[in-house]
């Protein structure tokens, strides 16, 4: 917490976005934000949010800045809700002011609410006066956006459902780390559209549990995969960690496909990347897809094929590509500088490492 010459206090935070290898998709609690199913993911060292929230007494709104744009409508209204949370676990009433900066299009099924719930819990506990642990802020990022408390951890983190236990779900369900063994993984992302969806996530999980005769079977299959990726993470081993995560996101949009009406993400360059994917590994190359809500892929492979990948990629449809490995979990921003040079409402750290 910091606090400047008029004694208001300020938290400034830094996160990353995560993609689920095994995924979330579907809330048996809309407004506790509880997963059916758990999920296992990966925060990535790209497209960071810096979010920096600063308390603004006697001011009778909150005022959200996006991007240097000020938000209005539902978006204003859901960071309000958050600080509401915010707000009441603190025991305090004032408005603030929040300053976000993403370096991930928004919207576009890239995970930018995962990193900016994660580094708005941050900065808000923060600026509150609240001092949560990595699980307690992971609970509270997780009313932002569930996705969100996944990223407060680096690496790989495990969702709980919050079921367990047997005890109280809404304080049982959080993200906890995952241990891997050292491997040589990376995450081609292809930015086949960067503008925002046309349904939300929000919304498309709530029509596809409610419609689609294929979702309680995928939900039930998430329990295997989720073992099964625990054993690939615990022995390093990038191709079936590749090929779990191909069939849980290749499943997830399966579910939607079968809702009434449904729901459709993929484009044509979805599918023509899906098609580079089944190339590359027809030439022996470790590559699968993973694809979230919206239309574009990312590419699991090692480390090493990157660049080839990237390649055929580019070949097979004309996109931004970005290639991300392993990354931090949320941190805060000393005086609101990050360590490594960045200050609030710039991009600190990479905001993309285009594939050359
Ligand atoms: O956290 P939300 O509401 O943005 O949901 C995101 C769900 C997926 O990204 C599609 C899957 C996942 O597990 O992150």
Redesign the pocket.
Known sequence: MGTDDTGTTTGTAIAHPNI?LV???GKRDEDLILPYAP?L?LTLDVFPTTTSVRLAPGAGADTVVLDGAMATGSTQQRVSDFLDLVRERAGRSERAVVETRNTVPTGAGL?S??SGFAALALAASTAYGLTLDRVALSRLARRG????CRSVWGGYALWRTGEEEGGDPDLDSYAVPVLAAEMDLALVISIVESGPKAVS??EAMRHTVATSPCYQSWAASNGSDLDAMHLALRRGDPEAVGEIAERSALGMHATMLAARPAVRYWTPATLAVLDAVLRLRHDGVSAYASI??GPNVKVLCRGADAALVSDVVREATACRLVVARPGPGARLLADGRDPAGGVPGEASGPAGREAS
Request: aromatic share 12%; proline share 0%; glycine share 6%.
């Open positions: 689920a995924k979330y998709w999920s993911s995970a609410s995962s956006s569930g996705s969100a996530s929000r979230d809500a």
